[in-house]
T-cell receptor
Framework: KNEVEQSPQNLTAQEGEFITINCSYS?????LHWLQQHPGGGIVSLFM???GKKKHGRLIATINIQEKHSSLHITASHPRDSAVYIC???????????FGTGTSLTVIP | DVKVTQSSRYLVKRTGEKVFLECVQD?????MFWYRQDPGLGLRLIYF???????EKGDIPEGYSVSREKKERFSLILESASTNQTSMYLC????????????FGPGTRLTVT
């Protein structure tokens, strides 16, 4: 069983649509990360959060610690948002990261 | 800006060869990590290091070893490459343990034939 579950696995959206990607985890955490990976492999860290909500431009990340759930929202999606989005959590008890398998997003013009 | 670089973007090796993957970071980070990424399995931790000459096994250390002789450099070694080690290898670094952002390198796509 995966400690981190993401949904959906694949997502296709029209340009301009509002997108939500969900992440649920089963371990106690010190922080949760949202990562973005473009074709070619490079990974960029989008957010690190341990409570509440963060916003960078069109991206919003929220976390509910009690429910062990986080969401990544993209407003006014654009084809350049097409990428794999990965949820990762750092365990509270150790130096351990757990990763979701990623959500592959394709935004069509 | 933190920069994490990896020695190769693409690598093709034969079964049984010894393979070195190098990772260098320029921000004096204590922690460095090696992951492999496979379709449907996500990122899996191979080894990490929290200081020079210190290392700890991750989830899938079998068939790999690591070396950290200098703080900025963390090497992943495949002593005898096998076809099931064909994968994308990602290096990352971070300041400290616990809730701190990791910075990733561009990845090395290794093919073992």
């Amino acid at each position: 069983k995966n400690e981190v579950e993401q949904s959906p696995q694949n997502l296709t959206a029209q340009e301009g649509e509002f997108i939500t990607i969900n992440c649920s985890y089963s371990v106690g955490i010190s922080a949760l990360h949202w990562l973005q990976q473009h074709p070619g492999g490079g990974i960029v860290s989008l957010f690190m959060l341990s409570s509440g909500k963060k916003k960078h431009g069109r991206l919003i990340a929220t976390i509910n610690i009690q429910e062990k759930h986080s969401s990544l929202h993209i407003t006014a999606s654009h084809p350049r948002d097409s990428a794999v989005y990965i949820c990762a959590v750092r365990s509270r008890t150790g130096n351990q990261f757990y990763f979701g398998t990623g959500t592959s997003l394709t935004v069509i013009p | 800006d933190v920069k994490v670089t990896q020695s190769s973007r693409y690598l093709v090796k034969r079964t049984g060869e010894k393979v070195f993957l190098e990772c260098v970071q320029d921000m004096d980070h204590e922690n460095m990590f090696w992951y492999r990424q496979d379709p449907g399995l996500g990122l899996r931790l191979i080894y990490f290091s929290y200081d020079v000459k210190m290392k700890e096994k991750g989830d899938i250390p079998e068939g790999y070893s690591v070396s950290r002789e200098k703080k900025e450099r963390f090497s992943l070694i495949l002593e005898s490459a096998s076809t099931n080690q064909t994968s994308m290898y990602l290096c990352a670094s971070s300041w400290l343990a616990g809730g701190v952002e990791q910075y990733f390198g561009p990845g090395t796509r290794l093919t073992v034939t």
